[in-house]
């Protein structure tokens, strides 16, 4: 039994502890309390908070190295730009870039990721570096013989995953699926994860087929909004997770709330991509379950959830023009348990309680402007960053260590693909 003690615990649900500790067996929390009543082997961290590990509710590890394609274009050509770079490599760069993803993930403190997955390459990086996933391989187009395609790719990768990784499936969104493979693709009967709602973009093409959209869609325009378009449809219900959800009016929340449709809520490729802020604080007072996402390098700099977290209460406190729009610890609670609701894993993960997994992140605020002490949510949520973390535990299996995971030939086989992606076809041969 080792004990992890801390000035801080953050167990998110229950009050913080101070000199606290969690004891870890076997890979499960045996208990969480002040650290002097508890039995282990001590690891203490002085000026440090112990947090749950963090719950990446929507982002795509396969877009690691993508910091800065398209910055500043519209949605649409923003996409276009995406779709023609992915198409220059394969799987074996798929995969170097999402084990990127995944070393990036676990250096920030996530334990946990809710992919939506191009090639499947998510799912087999997180596997390999121990990081917790629900992999959601994700389909497009008005085609219904793809989810055949789909369902064959998804049996291949089931052979190479074990239990921290489960897969699920993504029809990427309403514009870019039609309901017919919506509806074949829930008849699989996996998680499902979609993007919705997401921007003006979308909004205009489903109502009216106009807009940049046009050029890259082979979908019929429904001439309604994504949400009631899906709830049209019979395609809201448990068991999905609605990214984004920015372009959303009061009757569309109460449709997300009434059919239990969970949102990753994700406010800087939101806000990056000139989306807009999403309803949070009307989400969550609607009963919505919402947990937070950072999207990917596609459309933010990084995996970081403590800029997630301060993004969020930023975007809801101008949104709302209120400071209590969202509080530091509702922010640490969307980041955690709140996205682990999202993905269906809050018994599992996403607080620090007994009989959970040990999953688990170190934050160390020494020598910040939070220290000595006052509010340690606050402390976490505002002076928290990946440089700080200090230790990531995954099901009681140290994944990451300052100074003791450098990933050299990761990093590198990732900017290789990055390169293959940047490089343009070779100048014509002066003429002689
Ligand atoms: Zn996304």
């Not at 749950?52 to 982002?59: L, M, S």
């Not at 997401?198 to 019929?220: H, Q």
Request: hydrophobic share 45%.
């Amino acid at each position: 039994m080792v004990l992890y003690a801390a000035d801080w615990v953050l167990p998110v649900e229950g009050a913080p502890i101070p000199f606290g500790g969690v004891a870890v067996a076997d890979g499960r929390i045996t208990a969480v309390g002040p650290a002097d009543e508890l039995e282990g082997e001590v690891r203490r961290f002085p000026d440090a908070a112990i947090v749950p590990g963090f719950v990446n509710a929507h982002t795509h590890l396969e877009y690691a190295v993508y910091a800065g394609f398209g910055d500043g274009l519209p949605f649409g050509p923003w996409l276009h730009t995406h779709i023609e770079r992915k198409a220059r490599i394969a799987w074996d760069e798929y995969l170097a870039i999402a084990r990127l993803g995944a070393a990036e993930s676990l250096a920030s403190g996530v334990t946990t990721i809710g992919d939506a997955s191009f090639s499947g390459a998510a799912a087999v990086a997180a596997d390999d570096l121990g990081l917790g996933a629900v992999v959601y391989l994700e389909i497009f187009g008005t085609d219904t013989a793809r989810v055949e395609e789909l369902r064959r790719r998804l049996h291949e990768l089931e052979g190479t995953v074990d239990g921290r990784v489960s897969l699920g499936v993504s029809p990427h969104a309403p514009y870019s699926v039609s309901p017919e493979v919506y509806s074949a693709v829930y008849d699989l009967g996996l998680p499902i994860s979609t993007h919705l709602a997401e921007s003006d973009d979308e909004r205009d093409y489903l109502l009216s087929g106009k807009g940049p959209i046009a050029e890259v869609s082979e979908v019929e325009p429904p001439r309604t909004t994504s949400v009631r378009h899906l709830a049209e449809q019979g395609l809201l219900r448990t068991g999905v997770v609605a990214a984004h959800c920015v372009k959303v009016d009061a009757e569309e929340i109460e449709l997300l709330a009434a059919h239990d449709v969970a949102v990753a809520h994700c406010p800087r490729s939101n806000a990056l991509l000139g989306c807009g802020i999403a309803p949070v604080r009307e989400l969550l007072d609607a009963g919505v379950r919402v947990g937070l996402g950072t999207d990917s390098p596609a459309s933010t700099p990084s995996f970081d959830m403590f800029e997630e977290m301060r993004a969020a209460t930023y975007a809801a406190r101008a949104r709302a023009e209120r400071p209590d729009a969202l509080s530091a610890s509702e922010a640490l609670e969307l980041a955690t348990l709140g996205s682990a609701r999202v993905l269906g894993l809050e018994d599992e993960t996403g607080s620090l309680a007994a009989g959970k997994r040990a999953d688990l992140a170190v934050v160390s605020l020494a020598g910040s402007p939070y220290l000595p002490w006052e509010d340690p949510t606050v402390a976490v949520v505002f002076g928290g960053s990946p440089e700080r973390v200090e230790l990531t535990l995954v099901e009681g299996e140290q994944r990451y260590e300052k100074g003791g995971f450098r990933w050299h030939e990761l990093r590198r086989s990732a900017a290789e693909a990055r390169g293959r992606m940047l490089a343009t076809e070779a100048p014509p041969a002066p003429k002689t």
